[in-house]
């Protein structure tokens, strides 16, 4: 965790543009046929790096900043950690006097946000905030001798706290995630106990108390993402046994499995739960993004579809209340691959990974509602210690801790798949751009273009070439002029090349 300081400077008032949720019209293909009309064309990319931001001088920040608008980003997605933002973090007594809905009580230590909050806006990215444990002990239900920041948090604190958030940031944010894998016990406390699961129940009262905050505090055009819930989970109970998505979210909204309400134990006295968007992490870890989770509730980034029926049922039971649609838009606001090197214990192959992520951001683009897609990390994170222990940190980054690039990192501004006889890609950054397909036999021989395509506002283009062939494609771009990595392509199947 970083370190905070103490400052009262405001963030200065400017309002970032607001995320088109429409999608963003047709692609118009001079050759081959039109994308899909369930895609979501409209998909915006972000990353997150709290390790590397958060705590870093200034200039660091910039640069950083500039990086990621440089790879094409469109929005930065950052924690706001309670017990690093709020006083007295260590104390089971709540400071007298400290005012936590007043974002401008000196209690608070805002400095290392503002730094990164104000620098990506700056660099014209859009920001999102999560609003996230750990908490104060004195906001939790540690009892005396067991301090645990990540027992029981109190919803009334948390809601204090999310108003001080979005009051001060409200200028420059337009999405809010309530609390970070809530179904994950190193963020939340417990996650079942003898009686049942608890942790669903423990996060509906905070977005319950949090929601209203948000819309008060920030009413012009916020977006408050529920949910954040990590892809997997396990079967057995305990404190800190991950609880599966999907039974995560059946909880947290009072049904069973045929989705008939719950109304006794921790179910009574429920409300719908109020959100504007889901927003999940649907990490495959080791396997292939292509691939299936195998056990029904889970859900990694293949599971796109699955997610949205739960979704949506629980939307026509009246146990999800969306602000807007009946629909709710989803983001992946955390994704990645760890890789080896560094990591031996839980990494893919460089290249396997350039590969996945590409697969990956295809994927979200096909399913429907997806509305954006993260980076989870610009650079390794730190080691220490030995053994898997060492790499407690993900090293699912673009660059190796050195700064030195991975093939993800060449790859990452212009994804590039071919599936049978589908091409589809991405120029990063968005807009409209003028892309020239090309191919060649051999790793010598000459490239001849076989394909002309307009991208649509965001970038995107999918067209159809019947015929593929093997050997290597790449693609060529206007607006400015630029080109992919070489795609190579054999009779059966893809991998990215050099």
């Known amino acids: 965790m970083t370190p905070s300081a103490r400052t009262s400077a405001p963030v200065a008032p400017r309002r970032l543009p607001t995320l088109v949720v429409g999608l963003l019209g047709a692609l118009c293909l001079v050759f081959g046929a039109a994308a899909p009309a369930s895609a979501s064309s409209a998909a915006e990319v972000s990353i997150i790096d709290d390790e590397l931001l958060l705590g870093a001088p200034q200039g660091e920040i910039d640069r950083n900043m500039a990086l990621f608008a440089s790879l094409g980003v469109d929005r930065l997605r950052v924690s706001a950690f309670w017990n690093q933002l709020a006083p007295a973090t260590d104390s089971p007594q709540k400071p007298a006097g400290f005012d936590a809905a007043n974002p401008a009580d000196p209690g608070y230590s805002w400095e290392p946000l503002d730094r990164v909050v104000t620098s990506a806006a700056r660099s014209g990215l859009r920001v999102m905030i999560s609003i996230s444990t ?18 029981r948090p109190d919803p009334a604190e948390f809601g ?36 049942g699961l608890v942790a669903p129940h423990l996060y509906r009262a905070l977005v319950q108390a949090s929601y209203p905050r948000i819309k008060a505090a920030d009413p012009a055009d916020s977006v408050a993402l529920v949910g954040e819930l990590a892809a997997s989970g396990v079967d057995k109970r305990g404190a800190k046994a991950s609880i ?25 006295g429920f409300s719908p739960i109020p959100l504007d968007a889901i927003g999940h992490h649907p990490y495959q870890l080791l ?28 939307v026509r039971v009246g146990a999800l209340k969306p602000s807007a649609e009946r629909r709710p838009k989803i983001f992946y606001t955390e994704f990645g691959y760890q890789t080896n090197p560094p990591d031996p214990f839980a990494g893919v192959s460089l290249r396997t990974q350039s590969r996945y992520l590409q697969q990956a951001a295809h994927i979200a683009y096909r399913t ?48 590039f798949v071919i599936t049978r006889d589908r091409f589809w890609g991405q120029v990063r950054p968005g807009g409209r751009h003028s892309v020239t397909v090309q191919h060649r036999r051999t790793a010598r021989g000459r490239f001849r273009t076989v394909a002309r395509v307009l991208t649509n506002a965001r970038g995107y283009f999918a067209f159809r070439l019947p015929g593929r ?18 795609l190579r392509v054999g009779a059966l199947r893809a991998r990215r090349g050099r």
């Open 469 to 486: 062939r093997a050997g290597e494609y790449r693609y060529r771009y206007t607006e400015p002029a630029g080109r992919s990595t070489v």
């Open 368 to 415: 429907p509602r997806v509305l954006g897609f993260n980076q989870f990390r610009l650079s390794d994170g730190g080691l220490k210690g030995v053994g898997p222990s060492r790499f407690e940190e993900f090293q699912s980054g673009l660059l190796f801790r050195s700064r030195k690039p991975k093939p993800s990192y060449r790859a990452f501004p212009n994804p």
């Open 287 to 314: 396997l292939a993004p292509t691939l299936r989770s195998r056990k029904r509730d889970d859900a990694a980034i293949n599971d796109g579809r699955r997610l949205l029926k739960v979704i949506d049922r629980l």
């Open 160 to 195: 204090a706290f999310t108003q001080a958030v979005v009051a001060r940031y409200a200028p420059l944010v337009d999405h809010w995630g309530i609390s970070n894998e809530p179904n994950q016990g190193v963020w939340l406390q417990p996650q079942s106990d003898r009686g």
């Open 134 to 151: 750990p908490a104060p002990l004195w906001a939790t239900g540690s009892g005396a001798g067991q301090p645990n920041k990540v027992l």
């Open 244 to 268: 599966r998505p999907l039974r995560f979210l059946r909880a947290m909204a009072c049904v069973d499995k045929r989705y008939r309400p719950i109304r006794r134990g921790r179910c009574q």
